[in-house]
């Protein structure tokens, strides 16, 4: 049984690729939000009740959308939906890079990290192109590569995996890449505008930066031809900095 | 200059005790949620525009409502209010737990991730009360400890901090302890019920389990009377995973 997710909503192209490559593997069940839900993080919905509905999106496939956020349709297609945990559960395939700290805010990564948190082998997969036109078939391709290892070989304990796939032909990319993720970000600027009634708005707009010269990051394997695959981890201590703060904080006066 | 933010909103008692606690070290600025935020994550707002407006909350500190997420009033008060990064940066007092995997789903913790994204020393506090009426008085004195030594000391480079606080009287509190985030997660069960309309829709709830047994963890020490003090990382690589997959895929045929 395979759980198919996304962040970019049920009649997104992207997750029609997704499933059309993962169903040679399983039975597949897709619970998808119902409206696009791009940087919603980990975000879950605690102030509102869901909706779910039956949809026909996919043919005979099972299929559901959901009002929440992608982390509540991975909380819902297990407990009234599947009613068990999933074999694996494949999110995407996400309109645009998920590379490096846009793990943090997408939609479609923590979707993936739900299910591992959950112990289901998790893997979510992005296309570097955010056009609704985007061309997926070199995308396919990778997302059967992936699935048949993970499948095969497992997961490390404890990871989940972030694929970020180039915007290239299949006969231009020049393989896979197990990377880190890479020092690089956003840096914000603000769009200021007014109003009719003359109060301000913003929209957020940013440039991406990478501070990282490392040639085993997904920025580099990305911008070298290659698919990248960062194992993505959920406990997020900082087991170094624990030393760090005993050694020098005063913490028992 | 102090930036304070949090998830449950600028009217929320646990921003002002924080603001209270803080107003000693420094300039304070106050930018935050006009309405709650809990369970928000790392979300941030592009589908929108943002809306900001000043407001007169905490007397003599600048304070501004924003209409999107924690993360975004992060962003929004360095580009277009501060215009430069503070010097440290406060999110909370949360009304309620932040331990454990709690660190993923909350709103007050993504606040302060997203500001040691960009370079500044920050840190998530929580108080074990979800009540509009809890007492904050420990946790303020708590506060006071903990930014003390940040700003004396200094942060591991890449990391901030993620502290909560046991819902007991200063008395009783041991001191504080530096853990690592617990292996505890929520069994999710969602509450089916019936609109009017005889449409069904669902509600989110759980169980906190921990499956952790080790007393270097944050739940540990919080049910054992101290104040928990997680390091926490925003590289989520899972490291040790990316030999484990060069050792035993197949990635070149």
Redesign the interface.
Known sequence: MILVTNDDGIVSPGIKALVEAVQKFGDVVVVAPDS?Q??????????E????QKVNQFGDIPSYQCSG?P??CV??A???ILHRKPDLCVSGINHGSNAA?N???SGTM?AA?EAA??GIPAVGFSLLDFSFEADFSASKFYVEKVVE?VLA????G??LLNVNIPKLPLSEIK??K????S?A?WV???D??TDPNG??????TGKFVNFDQGDDTDVWALENGFVS??????????????S???Q?????D
Chains 1, 2 share one sequence.
């Open positions: 696009p791009s940087g919603m993080g980990h975000a879950i919905t605690i102030h009740p869901l909706r779910l956020t982390v509540d909380k819902i297990i407990d009234k700290i793990v943090i805010y923590s990290m948190i959950d290892q070989k497992g997961m490390p404890d990871s393989g896979m197990i990377c880190r993720q020092n970000k914000e600027e603000f200021e505008r109060k301000n708005y913003y929209w957020l695959i960062v194992p993505v981890q959920y406990d997020l201590t900082h087991h170094h900095a624990i760090f703060i005993n020098n904080w005063k913490l028992h």
